[in-house]
């Protein structure tokens, strides 16, 4: 919960809060390349971001507009309309994706590994797995 308080504050280090805080630095996210590393550009309109997005909506048979900012996505996120079963697996979702895109996110900039994309999606479905089920795990991703 507290990061994803951190991101919808836009208080998470991405470059270009680091950037703001003195440090000299080429900002480009890592994820694909494409965009400035902000908090907004990482969790929400990155295309890598976007493919575990894609997926998190194909579950749910749902259709979305992609907020501006991670604040307006937990703004509208909890109004939709969704069946009593999948409701707590519904709310735990940003929180479990943005946690998903941070470590790969980690993972790139300070160990120079790259996840495949099908194994990105897996990890990412494991963690919600484990999540909905009150387990976490030390580790989904190996």
Known sequence: AFFGWSAARGAILTQNNLQRRGFVMVNRCCMCFEGLESVDHLLLHCRVAGELWSLLMNLFGMFWTMPRSVKDLFGC??????????????????????????????????????????????????????WAKGDIPVNVDS
């Open 77 to 130: 996120w909890w109004g939709v309309r969704i069946r009593k079963y999948a409701k707590a697996i519904w709310r735990m979702a940003p929180l479990c994706l943005f946690w998903s895109v941070w470590k790969e996110r980690n993972r790139r900039t300070f160990d120079g590994v790259e996840m495949p994309m099908y194994r990105f999606k897996d990890s990412f479905l494991h963690l919600l797995y484990f």
